[in-house]
């Protein structure tokens, strides 16, 4: 804000018009102030003068004269002359003009009964009169002014500091800094300023929203390349190995005549990349999909999952437990929770050890249900476990492609607990991998 700013013609504006009041109020009643000094002098000669006048009552001129002269001895700074009723001036105290008695200038008539009347002179009454007005009206006009101007400065930081405030901070909201908001002023200005905090709040929250969204967009454009190029890669392999023992079928190379067992591969290969593909529109699909929640009874829904992969686990020798109480009922997508279900038990079946143990249980937190699968007694790096939900992401990749896994199934757990909104996680534990997953409860 340079000199000229708004508080220059704030406080300019307002000192100019409390002086053209001021100016317009004292020419208005100068006139009405004059006839009151005027008159109060008048009401002042008559008190000085009223024992002379009660004096005069009823005398002769010889008599009148004599009381005028007594009285003139003891109030001599007074000046008066006395007149007959024909008009005569019987009396003159000194130093007053004959002419100017005559005349009558500055003078004030008491009649004394129907013999005399008393003129009071007052040489300097208009004098005194215009000289104490302007005297007393410029000592006003000055002390109205100095109080005024003072007024309009005070009046003009009041207007102008929070507004030189409002535009600071605007100036650093430009710069999106952060700007505290100052005290709350209970007028517009205060709800100026609240409403401007209040929509760089909103905007830098809306700024905020979008860089997140940025981020995330980015961050799934990164996920589906990767996605994309680790697909392209996972389904390259079988297919040009299906390919060689189709040619080499076709040319009936060397063993390659044996016609039903290399079909019998081709199939098997075939299959594993329907598998795959399926997944794959699977984990697509899942961006589309709203969920329903409704009411579930935990132990129920993990009861419908296991019979799935029970005769996988038996075949390992594995021990299922099951340790959920039947009154827990949370809130959940049905469909989406079975397929989380059954991919983290799938998962759990083939990394646990022959002859091991898997346990599934809940417990309440908070106002939620834990629901936890602990494969016991297996051990996987640290840097491994956030690797586990990649696509494809196998630790022994030989061996999984044989047991036809497709390295997708915790990629689908992630991608479909992201979509119900649940929070999940899985660590390494003293007792073995653990997989829990958090559900609102009813």
């Given at each position: ?193 609240h409403d401007v905090h209040s929509m760089y709040g909103k905007l830098k929250e809306t700024i905020s929203k979008l ?232």
């Amino acid at each position: 804000m340079n000199s000229r700013g708004i508080f220059f013609k704030v406080f300019s504006y307002t000192a100019i018009f409390l002086l053209a009041i001021i100016s317009v109020t004292v020419i208005l009643f100068s006139r009405q102030f004059l006839s009151f000094y005027n008159a109060t002098q008048t009401q002042q000669l008559y008190t000085s003068y009223q024992a002379l006048h009660e004096r005069l009552v009823g005398r002769s001129n010889e008599e009148a004269i004599q009381v005028a002269r007594e009285f003139f001895v003891y109030n001599q700074s007074f000046s008066f002359y006395i007149r007959d009723v024909e008009g005569r001036v019987v009396f003159i105290t000194p130093g007053i003009d004959a002419g100017v008695a005559r005349a009558g200038e500055h003078r004030i008539r008491m009649t004394v009964g129907s013999d005399h009347t008393l003129f009071a002179i007052n040489h300097g009454l208009s004098q005194i009169n215009y000289s104490g007005l302007i005297q007393r009206s410029l000592l006003a006009l000055g002390a109205m002014l100095g109080v005024g101007i003072a007024g309009a400065f005070i009046f003009a930081q009041q207007m102008t500091n929070p507004i030189k405030r409002l535009a600071e901070d605007t100036k650093k909201m430009t710069n999106l800094q952060d700007v505290p908001l100052q005290k709350m002023r209970k007028d517009e200005i205060g709800n100026l300023a609240h409403d401007v905090h209040s929509m760089y709040g909103k905007l830098k929250e809306t700024i905020s929203k979008l860089e997140d969204e940025i981020l995330r967009v980015r961050e799934m454009e990164e996920a589906q390349r990767y996605f994309f190029s680790a697909a392209s890669h996972e389904l390259k392999t079988p297919i040009a190995a299906a390919s060689i023992l189709l040619e080499g079928m076709a040319e009936n190379i060397g063993d390659y005549k044996d016609h039903p067992k290399y079909l019998r591969e081709c199939i098997k290969l075939m299959d594993a990349q329907s598998k795959i593909i399926s997944e794959m529109f699977e984990i697509v699909s899942l961006e589309k999909i709203i969920p329903g929640p409704k009411a579930i009874n935990i132990y129920q829904t993990v009861m419908l999952v296991l019979p799935n992969h029970q005769t996988l686990a038996e075949a390992r020798k594995q021990r299922i437990n099951v340790d959920i109480p039947a009154e827990q009922i949370c809130i959940a997508d049905e469909e989406m929770l079975k397929k989380v279900l059954s991919n983290v038990v799938l998962n759990a079946i083939q990394n646990t050890p022959s002859g091991g143990e898997i346990q599934i249980y809940s417990e309440a937190v908070a106002d939620q249900y834990r629901i936890s699968v602990l494969n016991k007694g297996v051990t996987i790096e640290k840097g491994l476990l956030s690797k586990l939900f990649d696509p494809f992401y196998r630790m022994d990749k030989a061996r999984n492609r044989k047991n036809g896994r497709t390295g997708l199934g915790l990629t689908i757990v992630q991608k479909t607990l992201g979509v119900m909104g649940v929070d999940f996680a899985l660590e390494q534990t003293a007792d073995g991998v653990l997989f829990w997953m958090d559900l609102p409860s009813t």
